[in-house]
């Protein structure tokens, strides 16, 4: 099991930038796939972005996010990152850092994955 904390959200205009980051400890770090999920007021939790197990591994991204929003993972400081440009009023929501073994590397359901952060608010203003 790993730990997960967010931090990094806040209030952006519609056309900024913001990094989220999630810190994991509690395990070992590099040996978990990772990735994003968001929920939306009134909305159902959703994919945003995932990254394999191994540093500089494949990323993979929402068809809503992809060449907007960029995942990476440090797994020196145990941290995965995500890079939001172009951001849209409709990218509101809490995101959330999720974590799942090497052998469920690829998923986009929030099932596969085990542990979670709280979540950190995002909001995106017009």
């Known amino acids: 099991q790993v730990h997960l904390v967010e931090s990094g959200g806040g209030l952006v205009q519609a056309g900024g930038s913001l990094r989220v980051s999630c810190l994991a400890s509690?395990?070992?770090?590099?040996?978990?796939?990772m990735a994003w999920f968001r929920q939306a007021p009134g909305k159902e939790r959703e994919f945003v972005a995932g990254?394999?197990?191994?540093?500089?591994?494949?990323?993979y991204y929402a068809d809503s996010v992809k060449g907007r929003f960029t995942i990476s993972r440090d797994n020196d400081n145990n941290t995965v990152y995500l890079q939001m440009n172009n951001l849209k009023p409709e990218d509101t929501a809490v995101y959330y850092c999720?974590?799942?073994?090497?052998?469920?590397?690829?998923?986009?359901?929030?099932?596969?994955?085990?542990?979670w952060g709280q979540g950190t608010q995002v909001t995106v203003s017009s």
């Open positions: 999720a974590a799942t073994p090497g052998y469920n590397s690829g998923s986009v359901y929030e099932y596969d994955y085990k542990d």
């Open positions: 509690g395990g070992l770090f590099s040996s978990y796939a």
């Open positions: 990254i394999r197990y191994l540093e500089g591994s494949r990323q």
